[in-house]
């Protein structure tokens, strides 16, 4: 069963990374980031499950947060501001 | 019994999960992706926590996947808001079968 | 320990509430968290429908959308309340802010568009959170 999820999350996150490296436009890519960093939660509440530690699930909220300040600074980024604005 | 319902939900999550990225394949310009995209992805990325908690009970575990849970629901939103009004400033185009842009015409 | 803690954090809640709300007395009232936890379950309901409606759009062969950025108006007053309405909508079937102007409009992306108009966008787009988020908000 375990493994059976594993895999699909991990063809979803094959999927992203064909939008990261295809995407016309810079703005695709920084979708595909955005997608990929809430996937990587995902995977981390997975491998708690799968191997029975709990200290999988501090790297899920560090990472979730790391990637939502990330995901802002590239939307600053990308509507031409300072990341001080 | 929680056992077999936490797993049931995580194999739903990873579903919902797979949906969301086809979509982010499929679908016609950055703001359907972003829309798509990102519904699905909360709601599977949530549905795995979800069933982490189910399956682990009220300890440790169980708080910080809720707490994990908040937190994706309140950031995922936003960081899509900030994306797409970002990418509108760029200057990228919507798709050209959109049948109307009020944000062009009233001015940003 | 945990009651010094608690303790602590009242004391400063009481001390600083005036300082950093504007409106301190609001939290206190038990009848706003009663509609908040409704708020939730509606929230989750229409999270399931965009996700089952997202499903069927992607998973038919033609993809079937109409897409376009609507203008709708909201009459929240507060902050806070605003920012929940823009998120709910992002989370809801179809629906996605992109902009948030000074004197009450959303720029709204919508995947299938079936009003240009600025009433009936509103009513479809707005209507199923703002009576609820008012009873929270304000």
Partial sequence: MIYFALSLLTLSGFLCLYRIG??????????????????????????????GRGFYLNIALAWGLLSFIGTTALAKHLEGKKFDE | MSELAGKAIIIVGTLFNLFGCIGLIRLPDVYNRLQGATKCVTLGTCSILLGVLISSGVGPTGMKALAAIIFIAITAPTAAHALSRGAYRAGVPLWEGSVVDKYEEEGS | MIIAG?????????????????????????????????????????????????????????????????????????????????????????????????????????????????????????????????????
Avoid at chain 3, 21 to 41: A, D, E, K, Q
Avoid at chain 3, 111 to 129: P, Y
């Fill in chain 3, 6 to 138: 608690a303790l602590v954090a009242m004391i400063s809640g009481v001390l600083l509430g005036k300082m950093t709300t504007r409106h301190p007395g609001r939290g206190l009232n038990p009848v706003r968290y009663f509609w908040g936890v409704c708020y939730i379950f509606v929230l989750a309901w229409w999270v399931t429908m965009a996700n089952l409606d997202v499903a069927f759009r992607v998973l038919h062969p033609d993809v079937p959308i109409n897409p376009g950025i609507v203008k709708v108006e909201t009459d929240l007053e507060s902050e806070s309340a605003k920012t929940a309405l823009a998120n709910s909508i992002t989370l809801t079937p179809g629906t996605m802010t992109v902009d948030l102007s000074d004197d009450g409009y959303l720029y709204v992306h919508w995947i299938n568009v079936s009003s240009t108009d600025v009433e009936e966008a509103t009513h479809q787009v707005v209507g199923r959170f703002e009576p609820i988020l008012r009873r929270i908000f304000e």
């Fill in chain 1, 22 to 51: 295809s995407g016309p436009t810079p703005a695709d890519r920084m979708v595909g980031i955005d997608i990929l960093g809430i996937l990587v939660v995902g995977f981390c509440a997975l491998f708690a499950v799968f191997t």
